[in-house]
């Protein structure tokens, strides 16, 4: 069974808990939180405080994606604050794999995520670290952009390296997801749809969740 994360990027903040709630009760896996601090990206979104404050609500993995400069300077902070899983923009700055195992030593999974225009084969330096890569099909930072083909080969390489060497790892897919690239991407190998807007939007969000998690096979966390 596929996964489905709704991005809370899409949910209304003045009523967040509210939203959580929404989410949970139509059957999403997990809570995908997209933390982004102006400087590797453009918006300003939310930092521990706000998750700590709402981790209370669900008892639903929070899924934390952190589209931050320096990710090795918070990961004890999001730890603290109840991300289950953290991940981190190959493209950021620091010791990659000093962040990726001080995440996994503060008991959650290590996820990492690239943008459209990255190589994947960057990743190949920390595939065996990972519990999670997240492919970005639009450029970090803004919510509804429209899907980018290109995610689907990149799919495709961590799917076969996933079969051949970690067939728990999660492979995880955001931006510009619906129920026809969902699909496709889950086609290709993706076991966790993360979507916002369309979620958000869709008149039933509990029948939309159960058709997209029928999708495909899953390896689960």
């Known amino acids: 069974m596929t996964k489905v994360a709704p991005s809370l990027l899409s949910a209304d903040f003045s009523k967040l808990g509210d939203e959580i709630r929404r989410i949970e009760k ?42 931050i400069t320096d990710p090795g300077k918070y990961v004890e902070s999001f730890a603290n604050a109840g991300a289950d899983m953290l991940t981190v923009h190959v493209e950021a700055e620091g010791n990659m794999k000093a962040i990726l195992k001080d995440i996994r030593d503060l008991g959650l999974k290590a996820g990492m995520t690239l943008n459209p225009q990255t190589p994947v084969h960057v990743l190949d330096n920390y595939l065996d670290m990972l519990d999670l890569v997240l492919i970005m099909t639009v450029q970090a930072g803004f919510g509804g952009q429209q899907f980018q083909e290109i995610g689907l080969s990149k799919i495709e390489y961590v799917k076969e390296y996933s079969d051949a060497h970690n067939p728990k790892l999660e492979i995880s897919v955001d931006g510009g997801i619906n129920a026809d690239t969902g699909k496709r991407c889950v086609n290709a190998g993706a076991t966790v749809l993360a979507a916002g807007s369309y979620l958000f939007k869709s008149k039933d969000m509990m029948a939309e969740i159960s058709k997209w998690q029928k999708y495909g096979p899953n390896a689960g966390i």
């Open 26 to 67: 139509a059957g999403a896996d997990w809570a995908h939180i997209d933390v982004m601090d102006g400087v590797f990206v453009p918006n300003i979104t939310i930092g521990p405080t706000v998750i700590e404050s709402v981790r209370g609500i669900t008892k639903m993995p929070f899924d934390v994606h952190l589209m």
